[in-house]
């Protein structure tokens, strides 16, 4: 059951707890509100924190796990938080790399890491040409993606106002890639019964293969629908097919 | 838990060495594995009371037997009860266990040593009555006799104030600590009733219970001290009559036993155990058989390394290498009974028996020297380990980057400066614009009534209450305060621009400040990595002892240069090629000494080692006096094995012809002898040094002797690199590998090889027209044509490296910068857009799913961009196919021995590259002197005329153009012949430098062989004109 609540300004939402008795309660604690800052989306911090300051009960925790949504290729997603290591705010700019697949879009440096930069697309939908379906291209260092339809009102939680093409950061060590994404958009809390089995796959318009899946997460209003996706199966996929290529021109 | 119980063995017997050895049983029963309880590995409810009373048991005991730094260890076990179930408090009291069990067997072992020399003791004294496991107390069971006493009895332990002395220097560092905070730590009490929880331990868990990183360092502590070892046994093997090193061997022999056993590396002390008592057992035949004490010994050592490499990786040493040591220890026994023979040990070399026929142990050592182990072993030998140089390397990359930021801002600053200073002169005219007409319009202005309409910034304002008149105050239009807040912004305007350059000025200091640091910081990382070559010379000498003890050769080895610093890595892997030149000089160039006198040569060969830095590299030469190669003969056995054809043998140099001893199918054991062997194992050795970017070369003389020549770099992480821009991307190219470069227009380009085979056309294969290289000839190896108007030229393929990276651009070029590469046995040419400049810079290694062929890493560039790093020739190399194997480069061309050394003098500002030119001609013979400027330059000719001068164009103050003007004005410094070595290829350039007499035009880069072989040129030909 999604708990977070939605992402929108409406206090009347009912997912969003209304202000409670006024001045009865002491002040936030500092951890009180890091668990906030931690816990909720952007709204809700800024409700809760506005509830703080005027002594107000602060709201409960979400339940359940965080995943991370997101659009690849035009298909949304979604991921546990913890398998991410960072949300780049923009695509890097990257240096290329001979003899690399279309897919392999360069590497950059991130806290003076080297990271190679990938479209996961050819691999999540398994493309019979992994070359043609990745639509990311590098030029002079910057990567260029296609750009998506905005998103409709309908579905903001893939998009934040300022959202566009962007780089999630998985993996860590010398197993650390950055996936290029089209959209990262809310956090949303799902407990495991709100992840279906993959018969709801059906349902998605475009589902990635089924070796990727770990079924479809869809909200409480059921308007939209997610493919959750095993990160750590992606990873291991796309470090194959590098070593692969990189063991080709040995 | 075992039963405690108060009758103690000091109650039992009284004084003298039995009681002492029969406490050191009951405590070493009370500590045993079996003892503590290997019945279960649950968790048993201990309580804090159970612990005190077993401190306080084995504290009295402890005391008893005189091992009170012991006793005072375990008084702190209660303590560490108390905080059980912590991971600290458990690593606490296995540390106190562990030492006290190593320190009981060192105990027992002397206790029972002495006790068997002691009367009547003999039966209560033997080992295996010592105690009830023989892990702990019993010696090796398999090394015995006097070899196993000699180090037993080493140290003198005997009472209670020889214990309290103990040597902790024996141990690591970090033991040293853990000994030293539990041998001092004040007592604390405990909760009585407590109850704790502690896991029992096995003895299959006892040495899973040390922490991992402390058997690590015990091991690296280990190798060291080997390193040690092969100096003192180098230092026997000079004199064998110093028995010092002998002494010093015993001694460290038992420091390392000490130190293993302490981790439990039990087969690796057993094996110490045994080494520590040969050099005793030697002595008397240390002077007498000096060369088979040698090889015992230094087999020994070969035997503890291999040892000490299992322990890194099985977690002790094998009962093969036990069962080696101790066929040693009976051999060096074997060696010292033969002194007591009739007639033997008479102090003279003639009691040397035959060398043995082979010499498994260090053969085997030498065939398979230590390369980079992932062990535990040698991943430490530098005491700092490599991640933590990884990880100071990524802070100075995180360094380079904020240093990157720092420069962004102050650039932003500065064009918010310009900005502002725009404003100001606009603010600056608008305010003389108007103080102007300020006369004009406050004439205006009071021509209007106060009160009255009009224009309103004209209107004078009502002055307070209207009470006061225009005698009493000022009255002010509107205009007028707009005229003052005007200057209030100019002069806010002036403030703030000031702030902002006293900002700039900061940012500016602050940056040159990171910047300083993180060359510091870079700098001492490189040579945090870099060691010197002192232990691979210690090799090199028993390798050449043992070898000709083997070979029967009498051969002097003399070692120069043991201080230069290389990489370590580079350097352990060259030990396996030095090594291999090495047995080779010795057992194939040396002659017998029988030959050596016939040909009138002393009995005695030399063979040498030669270290140097020749700018960024490392030379490493390998001499010897002996037979020498004849090339004839190789190429014979080349044709013969159809590596050549007699068309191309015709054709070969005296340098290519000697190279093919490094070619892998080319054997000449048949040769009569003459050479036979001489090129095994050096395909081995050439792939061994390509792989570390370095090269070699020889140079051999029949009846002379052979030098064999290594160059590597002296750090596989730093490079000396071209930067260069294809398609709109940076890369760097090693210059080393960079002969020359030229401007290139696009009609120079032919579209195809005229007559080009299958396998050699190319995508682009193009030539460019102006190349021109002289052919070779016997007498004169492939090289550049000295000047345009050679007569013979060849012309080289041409490849664009845009097209070999697959980063084409639609848009032509009109002009391309061709590199010169050296690619194995051709020269290639490479067309870049645009030569950036040069730099030294670090190599990271890519991750290993982004490694491809042909990228040695990626650089940071000082604005934070990064950039890759390429190898051309392997590059190349797979571009060209099988034409361009690497191949050794030709033997750079040795000066003739002069009557007189030439004096150059180098102008250049660039301090690596003076560095590098200094190096170069310096070990050619050359004395060179070097100059940042031409005005230096100047000086320096005025106080000693050089006899050449190497002059770069573009430097500081007076530029090569000017100094070539100054100096041909005077009469004296004029007739010095120059050589002009300069970055800048254009025509024009060259050609006012020849206007200017230069005898030479060069350049950078610039192979040292060609700059070496223009001055040699010039300068014969000064000599020779009038």
Known sequence: MLSGGSMTTSHEDESIPTPRSAGAQPPLSLSQLLTLARAHTIDEQRIALEQAHRGETPVAPPEGAPYLLFTCADVACAAPLTQFREVLPTLPTTVALPFSPPWMLGFFALHTELIGLVDPAPFLFESPDLATLSRARLRNGRVILPGSPSPSRENWRLAMPESGPTALIIGSGERMLALVVGRVGDVAYAKPGDISADADVASLPRAPATRFRAGVYREPGGQMAFSVLKMDVLLDTLLDALKVEAAGYE | ?1026
């Open chain 2, 1 to 1026: 838990m075992s039963e405690l119980s108060d009758n103690t063995p000091a109650q039992k017997a009284s004084g003298g060495l039995g009681p002492r050895l029969d406490t050191v049983r009951e405590l070493t029963e009370i500590l045993a594995p079996s003892a503590v309880g290997e019945q279960t590995s649950e968790e048993l409810p201990i309580t804090a009371e159970t612990f005190r009373q077993l401190s306080a048991r084995l504290g009295r005991l402890l005391g008893l037997a005189g091992m009170t730094d012991c006793a005072r260890a375990v008084q702190t076990l209660d303590h560490a009860a108390e905080q059980l179930p912590s991971d600290e408090s458990l690593r606490n009291i296995d540390a106190v266990l562990v030492y006290v069990r190593a320190r009981l067997r060192d105990v027992a072992l002397m206790e029972s040593d002495e006790a068997a020399q002691g009367p009547g003791d003999a039966a209560d004294t033997s080992p295996s009555t010592a105690g009830s496991d023989d892990t702990l107390v019993s010696p090796s069971p398999a090394i015995s006799g006097d070899a196993s006493r000699a180090g037993t009895t080493q140290a003198n332990e005997g009472d209670d104030a020889a214990a309290d002395a103990v040597d902790v220097s024996q141990y690591s560092v970090k033991t040293q600590a853990v000994i030293r905070k539990f041998t001092t730590a004040p007592l604390r009490q405990r909760t009585p009733g407590e109850v704790v929880h502690v896991k029992q331990r096995s003895a299959r868990d006892d040495r899973d219970q040390i922490p991992e990183e402390l058997r690590r360092e015990c091991l690296s502590e280990a190798t060291g001290d080997l390193a040690d070892l092969r100096a003192l046994i180098a230092s026997f093997g000079k004199m064998p009559g110093h028995l010092d090193a002998l002494r010093d061997m015993a001694q460290l022999g038992h420091k390392v036993k000490g130190t293993v056993s302490t981790y439990l590396f039990d087969r690796l002390a057993e094996i110490l155990l045994g080494f520590e008592g040969v050099p005793r057992v030697l002595q008397p035949v240390a002077v007498s058989r000096s060369a088979a004490c040698l090889s015992l010994l230094i087999r020994f050592a070969d035997v503890i390394e291999a040892a000490l490499h299992e322990a890194g990786e099985q977690g002790d040493a094998s009962e093969e290498r036990l069962r080696e040591a101790q066929a040693l220890v009976a051999e060096a026994q074997v060696l010292a009974s033969a002194a007591d023979a009739p007639g033997a040990g008479s102090g003279t070399g003639a009691q040397e028996g035959p060398p043995p026929a082979v010499i498994p142990v260090l053969d085997r050592s030498i065939a398979q020297p230590p390369g980079p182990h992932r062990g535990l072993v040698d991943e430490d030998v530098l005491r700092v380990e490599p991640r933590q140089l990884d990880h100071l390397m990524h802070q100075s990359d995180g360094l380079a980057m904020n240093r990157a930021m720092l420069a962004q801002t102050s650039e932003e600053i500065h064009r918010i400066q310009e900005d502002m200073d725009h404003v100001l002169t606009r603010l600056a005219s608008l305010t003389a614009q108007l103080t102007d007409l300020h006369p004009f319009i406050r004439q205006v202005g009071e021509q209007v009534p106060a009160g009255t309409s009009g224009p309103r910034w004209l209107v004078r304002r009502e002055t307070s209450g209207g009470t006061w008149d225009d005698l009493e105050l000022d009255s002010y239009t509107i205009f007028d305060d707009s005229l003052r807040s005007l200057s209030e912004a100019v002069l806010d305007a002036n403030t703030l621009s000031s702030s902002l350059q006293a900002l700039i000025q900061r940012l500016a200091r602050n940056s040159d400040d990171q910047r300083t640091v993180l060359h510091n910081m870079q700098q001492t990382i490189i040579h945090l990595r870099l060691v010197n070559l002192k232990t691979l010379a210690d090799r090199v000498m028993l390798a050449v002892h043992q070898a000709a003890a083997t070979y029967g050769r009498q051969v002097e080895i003399s070692i120069q240069g043991e201080e230069t610093e290389i990489d370590r890595n580079i350097s352990e892997a060259l030990i396996a090629s030095i090594m291999q030149l090495v047995r080779n000089a010795v057992a194939h160039g040396i002659e017998l000494p029988e030959e050596r006198v016939a040909q009138r040569k002393p009995a005695v060969g030399k063979v040498w080692l030669h270290a140097s830095y020749s700018g960024n590299e490392v030379c490493i030469e390998v001499g010897d006096d002996g037979r020498g190669v004849n090339p004839h003969q190789l190429i014979a056995a080349a044709v013969s094995e159809g590596i050549l054809d007699a068309k191309q043998a015709d054709h070969l140099t005296r340098e290519q012809a000697l190279a093919l001893m490094f070619e892998p199918n080319l054997s000449t054991m048949d040769q009569a002898g003459v050479i036979a062997g001489h090129g095994i194992g050096l395909d081995g050795v050439l792939t061994s040094v390509l792989r570390l970017r370095g090269s070699i070369s020889v140079r051999s003389e029949p009846r002379q002797g052979s030098v064999f020549q290594i160059r590597v770099p002296i750090s596989l992480s730093i490079m000396h690199a071209l930067h260069v821009r294809v398609s709109g991307n940076e890369y760097a190219i090693p210059l080393a590998s960079v002969r020359r470069m030229f401007e290139v227009p696009a009609s120079g380009i032919l579209d195809s090889m005229p007559d080009a085979e299958p396998e050699t056309t190319i995508t682009a294969a193009l030539y460019p027209r102006r190349l021109r290289v002289s052919r070779p000839s016997p007498e004169r190896p492939l090289r550049l044509a000295e000047d345009a108007s050679a007569a013979l030229y060849d012309e080289v393929p041409v490849f664009s490296l845009a097209e070999l990276l697959n980063v084409t651009e639609d848009a032509p070029k009109t002009t391309h910068m061709a590199l010169l590469i050296d690619a194995g046995q051709r020269e290639v040419a490479v067309l870049v857009d645009k030569v950036l400049d040069e730099s030294e810079i670090v190599i990271r290694a890519l991750p290993a799913h982004l490694r491809r062929r042909a990228v040695l890493g990626a650089s940071i560039r000082s604005d934070g961009g990064l950039f890759l790093v390429l190898d051309l020739a392997d590059l190349l190399a797979g571009a060209l196919g099988g034409m361009a194997a690497p191949r050794p480069q030709p033997a750079p061309a040795t000066p003739q021995p002069r009557q007189r050394v030439p004096r150059v003098l180098v102008v250049d500002d660039s301090i690596s590259m003076r560095r590098a030119l200094e190096g170069a001609l310096t070990s050619v013979g050359y004395e060179v002197r070097s100059a940042r400027d031409g005005v230096e330059a100047l000086g320096l000719m005025i106080a000693d005329v050089p006899d050449i001068m190497v002059l770069d164009i573009e430097m500081p103050r007076l530029d090569g153009f000017e100094l070539l003007s100054v100096i041909r004005g005077n009469e004296a410094l004029a007739r010095v012949p120059v050589v002009v070595l300069t970055s800048r290829a254009a025509e024009k350039h060259h050609r006012q430098a020849m206007e200017l007499g230069v005898r030479a035009y060069l350049t950078k880069p610039c192979p040292d062989e060609i700059l070496i072989s223009h001055l040699q040129r010039v300068l014969r030909e000064s000599q020779e004109r009038p």
